[in-house]
């Protein structure tokens, strides 16, 4: 059945079954530009915002079916960080439907602008940031064309981004033997990019609906001290959130973890019993 399927396809498959078999319609849209002509602006918090909402629209128009207008979100990773702002932003943009709670799963994007920063101040960056570097690069360039990474980096990571154009990250992660020995030119003007990697960080973002934030405890991809800061940060504003902290958890891990942590949470939201866990973590 899973031949030749990637592993977390198959993750992801066992996650939303778990909505199916209570009665819910999954809908699973792609990000502006993948697989569409254009840039991906990774990580742009309005563009991850409407992704998500025009494609809960769209299913309302898939005729014969008639879907109810309540209605619930959950990402992973980049799609945590989607989770958390439609979970801040969803209700007001699309407010003929009802969005009743968010799942944000090792959502990404805490403090964005950090990575740009840890890149300047460090003279010698791994293989695997200076992979993915450039995604973060070319995702700012497609949301703010202005911002013109080329004119920011080093002749050598130059050549890793213009490569970056036309592969994905794995590829760029395989292809890379050697880090760049500098980045960013000298005397170069970064405020406008950390500026805009700022605005796009989850902490910038007010839950209006009772969220749900899963984290694994041994992630190398989400650090999980930030996931935790914003947890507490959202626990100052009395909102409803809870946090489920996946002991020794990997990246994925939260993922994996979900479909067993969906029903107490969706069971509290409907009974108008909203769980927080902000008295006793």
Known sequence: MWAGVHVYQQIAAKALN??????????????????TPGGHPYMNARSQLHTVVDAVRAIHHLKPYSFSKNWYVMGHSQGGAASIKVAASGQKDAPEFNLRGAIALAPGSYQYEGIAEYVASNSQITTNVAAFFPIVLLGAEAADPLLAPANLVSPEMGEILNHARSRCLSEL??????APKTVFNSNVNLAPLTNYLKEQSIENMKPTVPVLLVQGE??????????????QQVCTKQKSIVFHL???GDHRDSLRQSEFLIGNFIHSVEQGKALSTCATK
């Open 18 to 35: 778990a909505w199916l078999a209570r009665g819910y319609a999954v809908v699973a849209p792609d990000y502006q530009g993948l697989g």
């Open 173 to 178: 992660q395989s292809d890379l033997k050697q």
């Open 218 to 231: 041994k992630d190398q991809l989400v650090d999980y001290r930030g996931t935790y800061a914003y947890y």
């Open 246 to 248: 996946v002991k020794n």
